[in-house]
Structures are given as structure tokens and as C-alpha cells.
């Protein structure tokens, strides 16, 4: 396998870019689609005070819930947390900040921050004290709206089914929930890939993340959970 961007390396190297009191966005849901190893690797350097964005806090031992529920996590910008009881306990002993984003919001605030946009405006939940608090609003064309900033993250981490040596990503159904906007919005992406293949391997029809937005490549060790619903 040639390696000519240099995308391609191990998750030894791609651990120093990972420390205390930084911003992660990751992608999947309900540790669907959240890369197992990389996770393992933050978890091994023993990080803590991380800033964690995604769609949810997973289980409390599968996907991005093993960080919360070993404490690591100072704050989540999620959907829900129900999957993940200890995160809940956490949040109301006040160990834990949750910021609530609906999972549309959500989804499009972390698009919006991979696009370069400051914010984005949304009327949904503006009669929720949980969604709206603290939220600054405008008025345009006769209408009220939140303003919703926009996400990004200092390192996103996303699990993919395939990537060539430029980082192109094709994902394997439900895995690729939330991956395609969470690689686009972290000032560096890792993507965790199942298979690597030569250059012109991939259908151009069927690659849904370009390579131009992941600056590393890494193999899976593969998941290493027991899914809830098994």
C-alpha cells in the first residue's frame, strides 16, 4: 500500500494530538459509527477535562460512553444521554456540564462550523428553558429566531467502512450517522477505517467524505463492545 499524502499511520502517532482540556467532536450514534480504537487509545493516555460533541453519550461501555463514564469529560454538547445512565448521575451530582441541542440543530451546527458559517438561526425550542437559555435572539422578517452557534472541534474522530491513501471515506450504512458533517468540522480529522485500498479502488459515486477534510488515516482494531441490543 502506497502512502504518497501521508495519511496513513497508526494510532500510536495520531495519540499526540490528543490532551488534556481539548475539544472532541465525534461521529455515530449510540457508538455506531464511533471509532473503538481511537477511543481505547484517549482512554489508555488517561486525558481528562475533554470537551466531547456529538450526537450522544453512547452506552456506558460502548462508543464515546466509556470516556464519560470514567469521568474524562468535563462537558457534552449532545442530543440525549438516556442511553447512558452515569451520565445522568453525573450531570446531576454536577460533575458533568450537558448542553441539550436538539438533533437536528445539532446535527446542522456542526455542519454549519464545517462550513465556515459563525452560526446558524432556528425557531425550535424557543419555549424550552433547556434549548433556549441563555441564547441570544433575533428578529428577521417578522419572525423570532434563536441564534445557534456553530461547532467545531479541535481533533474530530470518525469510523469509516473504507479510505484510499488521500482519506476518501465510504461508511457502512447506520455507521455513517452524523460521520460526514463530524469529519468536516474538527481543525484536524482522524478517520478509524475498517479497510484501506489503493488509490482508484472507490467508486467516485459511492465516496461520501473527501479526503481534502481527513488529514489522517488509521486501521481499526475493530469494536471490541458487546452491543446493548445483542
Do not use: C
Not at 465556515?116 to 433575533?138: C, F, T
Not at 479510505?163 to 457502512?172: K, T
Not at 477534510?213 to 446493548?228: E, S
Amino acid at each position: 500500500m502506497e502512502n504518497s499524502f501521508g495519511k496513513i499511520t497508526t494510532l500510536e502517532a495520531v495519540l499526540k494530538f490528543f490532551h488534556d482540556e481539548m475539544t472532541i467532536m465525534f461521529g455515530g450514534f449510540g457508538g455506531v459509527g464511533t471509532p473503538p480504537t481511537l477511543i481505547d487509545g484517549i482512554l489508555e493516555k488517561e486525558i481528562r477535562e475533554l470537551t466531547l460533541i456529538g450526537n450522544d453519550t453512547g452506552f456506558p461501555h460502548i462508543g464515546i460512553g466509556k470516556i464519560v463514564s470514567r469521568g474524562r469529560a468535563k462537558k457534552v454538547i449532545a442530543s440525549h444521554i438516556g442511553s447512558n445512565p452515569i451520565a445522568g448521575e453525573l450531570m446531576h451530582a454536577g460533575k458533568l456540564e450537558v448542553e441539550f441541542s436538539p438533533q437536528g440543530i445539532l446535527a446542522e451546527r456542526i455542519r454549519a462550523g464545517g462550513v465556515g458559517l459563525s452560526a446558524i438561526l432556528s425557531d425550535i425550542g424557543m419555549d424550552n428553558e433547556m434549548v433556549s437559555k441563555n441564547k441570544p435572539r433575533i428578529h428577521l422578517h417578522g419572525s423570532e429566531y434563536l441564534i445557534e452557534t456553530a461547532l467545531t472541534a479541535e481533533v474530530s474522530i470518525v469510523y469509516a467502512k473504507k479510505a484510499d491513501e488521500y482519506g476518501n471515506l465510504i461508511y457502512d450504512k447506520s455507521a455513517r450517522n452524523t460521520n460526514p458533517l463530524v469529519a468536516m468540522a474538527g481543525d484536524l480529522t482522524i478517520a478509524e477505517v475498517e479497510e484501506i485500498v489503493p488509490m482508484g479502488s472507490l467508486n467516485p459515486d459511492e465516496i461520501i467524505t473527501p479526503g481534502v477534510f481527513v488529514d489522517y488515516v488509521i486501521p481499526t482494531k475493530g469494536v471490541n463492545w458487546k452491543w446493548a441490543w445483542e
